[in-house]
């Protein structure tokens, strides 16, 4: 989990103390846990967890955002209320270690059925359209090579629960070069995160349209 250094995340300790946790402060890099700069929205203490515990993960990782509940800013959070405690104590953990990979928010929109389309957007002059830059931000992380998706799909918004095996498909050294590249790109902090935001899925052994 990442946080701003004023939000409030206590509950995840009164409320989920069955759940070891690791909350990343990433606008302080005094913190006791923190992110080398705020860049890069969730994807930044997502990916530096992932690369600081490779060789020790727990068997089940939830990544989720900072607030617990209510509207607006939990408004994406499928449970009652909106509540995030609600959703991680009813998580099916069975069900994680099967399927390797589950997004938190079941709902369809925002990010289905075809959310990004490869050429739909090619000729956009804005600089934060997420199709527009997808393509280049897919070949920086995948390699020249690796083909573009016509269409990429998955519910928004990069909460979701992976196993241990899921995680481990792939070295450490690519986890490693995703935080990199989030670092160095020169695609601002909410476009570099939305990349991430519709890739996670694939990352973690999905297809595209998820």
Same mark, same amino acid.
């Given at each position: 989990?990442?946080?701003?250094?004023?939000?409030?995340?206590?509950w995840v300790q009164e409320y989920l103390p069955d759940w070891q946790n690791a909350i990343y402060t990433v606008d302080?890099?005094?913190?006791?846990?923190?992110?080398?700069?705020?860049?890069?929205?969730?994807?930044?203490?997502?990916?530096?967890?992932?690369?600081?515990?490779? !060789?020790?993960?727990?068997?089940?990782?939830?990544?989720?955002?900072?607030?617990?509940?209510?509207?607006?800013?939990?408004?994406?959070?499928?449970?009652?209320?909106?509540?995030?405690?609600?959703?991680?104590?009813?998580?099916?953990?069975?069900?994680?270690?099967?399927?390797?990979?589950?997004?938190?928010?079941?709902?369809?929109?925002?990010?289905?059925?075809?959310?990004?389309?490869?050429?739909?957007?090619?000729?956009?002059?804005?600089?934060?359209?997420?199709?527009?830059?997808?393509?280049?931000?897919?070949?920086?992380?995948?390699?020249?090579?690796?083909?573009?998706?016509?269409?990429?799909?998955?519910?928004?918004?990069?909460?979701?629960?992976?196993?241990?095996?899921?995680?481990?498909?792939?070295?450490?050294?690519?986890?490693?070069?995703?935080?990199?590249?989030?670092?160095?790109?020169?695609?601002?902090?909410?476009?570099?995160?939305?990349?991430?935001?519709?890739?996670? !899925?694939?990352?973690?052994?999905?297809?595209?349209?998820?």
């Amino acid at each position: 989990m990442g946080k701003l250094q004023h939000e409030d995340t206590s509950w995840v300790q009164e409320y989920l103390p069955d759940w070891q946790n690791a909350i990343y402060t990433v606008d302080n890099t005094s913190a006791t846990l923190s992110t080398p700069r705020n860049k890069g929205r969730k994807a930044n203490p997502y990916l530096l967890y992932i690369s600081q515990h490779y !060789h020790d993960p727990p068997s089940v990782i939830a990544f989720l955002h900072s607030h617990r509940a209510g509207f607006p800013g939990g408004w994406h959070t499928d449970a009652p209320g909106v509540d995030n405690v609600i959703a991680i104590k009813t998580l099916n953990l069975d069900f994680v270690q099967r399927n390797g990979y589950v997004n938190m928010r079941c709902q369809w929109e925002p990010g289905c059925p075809d959310w990004v389309q490869r050429l739909r957007s090619a000729d956009s002059d804005d600089p934060e359209n997420l199709e527009r830059h997808m393509p280049e931000g897919w070949r920086e992380l995948f390699g020249e090579s690796s083909e573009v998706p016509d269409v990429i799909a998955t519910p928004c918004c990069a909460q979701f629960a992976v196993s241990r095996e899921q995680v481990l498909e792939r070295p450490l050294e690519e986890y490693e070069w995703y935080h990199k590249w989030l670092m160095d790109t020169d695609m601002s902090d909410g476009l570099s995160g939305r990349i991430f935001e519709y890739l996670w !899925h694939i990352i973690f052994g999905k297809d595209p349209v998820y």
